[in-house]
């Protein structure tokens, strides 16, 4: 194909992100999503992917879109025979455990995330140890092994619902501190936690809001619930990012800071071009791992897949499931 035949044929696409990415660098991307796009049919492959991805990835070539709620429980809807997980490896492996006997793809498996390696499955024993009979409750940015010796897991979208849907007054809630200390906040379930971070948000301070403030008088202020307590406790507002994206439709908020990942007041602004968004933010070198370029070979070459050991995966799949179990 011509290059501009290609570009007319992208042009819808481009469409979607001419506010975020200029005319001179659109070619660059379009060779790749073009042919991402005919790779999903060819493979009958789905993309999965997270609201951390960059707009390219997240407007011109995923199918579903989310939050990591939202992408576990699409991944047990959908019909493709490959799903491929732009996002990070904890991710892929839910999404493997909900799906089995599917292909899961990951564009690039070295996408980690710095909670998900605070904590070992002999880590979680040793807490049962100690605390006997206190059930664990593990946020899903955590490996298979992990969510394994668990009861249940949460996300940032559920944790409080999760939390007390076991009615007991103590819980262990694995392996981040800062989301264990934001719910120990909301509810009278006692709360044991783990010192695991996310290196994305953990380095938000409540400084940083109150200049945010004096520099944006009337500013709407947004903040992960991984941020740290104090940070959370000078927002206005602390959710999942589908929780944050949901506010800003509601409330249309004139100006607003999301305290979050980068890509997330990018992909949501398409939405809302009359909300002035004011971006500091950090960028996770993790969920930046995945491109246009690694979908594209991933489809190709149909690597890397996601394999789980079924006797491990058995185990980790109960905790996932009672999760989605919980409404
Ligand atoms: P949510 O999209 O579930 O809020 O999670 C944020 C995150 O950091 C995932 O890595
Ligand atoms: Fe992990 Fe934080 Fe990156 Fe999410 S943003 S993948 S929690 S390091």
Redesign the pocket.
């Known amino acids: 194909m011509s290059a501009t035949a290609l570009l007319e044929r992208t042009a819808p696409l481009y469409d979607k992100v001419k506010s975020l990415i200029p005319p001179i660098e659109w070619p660059v991307f379009a060779d790749d999503i073009d042919a991402i796009l005919t790779l999903k049919r060819e493979r009958d492959a789905v993309i999965l992917a997270h609201n ?1 991805m960059t707009p390219e990835i997240f407007h011109c070539v995923a199918d579903i879109v989310g939050d990591s709620l939202a992408l576990a429980r699409e991944a047990t809807t959908t019909d493709a025979k490959v799903i491929v997980l732009a996002g ?1 490896h904890f991710m892929a492996e839910t999404a493997k455990l909900l799906n089995p006997a599917k292909t899961v793809l990951i564009p690039d498996s070295r996408a980690g ?4 390696e605070s904590i070992t499955a002999a880590d979680v024993r040793l807490m049962r140890q100690r605390y006997p009979g206190v059930p664990v409750v593990t946020y899903v ?1 955590s490996s298979a092994a992990v969510k394994a010796e668990s009861d249940i897991c949460c996300t940032s979208g559920n944790a409080r619902k999760i939390v007390e849907s076991l009615g007991v007054d103590t819980v262990i809630m694995l392996p981040d501190e800062f989301l264990a200390r934001n719910i120990a906040a909301q509810t009278h379930v006692k709360i044991i936690a783990w010192a695991g971070h ?4 953990e380095r938000f301070t409540a400084a940083e809001v109150r200049a945010l403030r004096a520099d944006y008088p009337g500013v709407t202020i947004l903040a992960h619930p ?1 941020c740290p307590p104090e940070v959370v406790a000078e927002a206005d507002y602390a959710g999942s990012t589908a929780d944050m994206s949901n506010y800003v439709g509601r409330e249309k908020p004139a100006r607003v800071v999301l305290l979050t ?1 980068c890509s997330m007041a990018d992909n949501i602004s398409v939405h809302h071009p009359d909300v002035n968004f004011v971006r500091p933010c950090n960028l ?1 070198p ?2 930046k791992r995945i491109t246009l370029p690694k979908i594209r070979r991933a489809l190709e070459t149909m690597q890397e897949e996601v394999t789980i050991d079924p006797a491990l995966a058995e185990r980790a799949r109960r905790s996932v499931e009672r999760m989605l179990e919980v409404r």
């Open positions: 951390y990070v995330c710095s909670l998900a940015n996310c290196e994305v948000h991984e990942e996770c993790h969920m």
